[in-house]
Nanobody, 122 residues
């Protein structure tokens, strides 16, 4: 089992930055990939970014490419999402996910955090 705890969400203005963190604990040695997804009210959960836990390969949704950066704390088990130039359409609950498949579909991930709210005002 792997436990994930997100932090770092909040209310910001358009153009501001936020950094989300996801602390992983438990059987992290089994992980192959971690990712961030988001879900806005009335919408499906959508892929934001993914990270190869051992390869350090990063990949992004087109909507956030060039503005967001996913990274890992190499000394520990923390995943980050640096979000710059935030837009009102980035408003959503952001979820950290982990699993053994490097995918962009939520079904590819086994473990999920509780989510953290990000609200961007115009």
């Amino acid at each position: 089992q792997v436990q994930l705890v997100e932090s770092g969400g909040g209310l910001v203005q358009a153009g501001d930055s936020l950094r989300l963190s996801c602390a992983a604990s438990g059987r992290t040695v089994s992980l192959y990939a971690m990712a961030w997804f988001r879900q806005a009210p009335g919408k499906e959960r959508e892929f934001v970014a993914r990270f190869g836990w051992r390869s350090y390969i990063a990949d992004y949704a087109d909507s956030v490419k060039g503005r967001f950066a996913i990274s890992r704390d190499s000394a520990g088990n923390t995943l980050y999402l640096q979000m710059n130039s935030l837009k009102p359409e980035d408003t959503a609950v952001y979820y950290c996910a982990a699993g053994v498949v490097f995918g962009t579909n939520p079904a590819a991930y086994t473990y999920w955090g509780q989510g953290t709210q990000v609200t961007v005002s115009s």
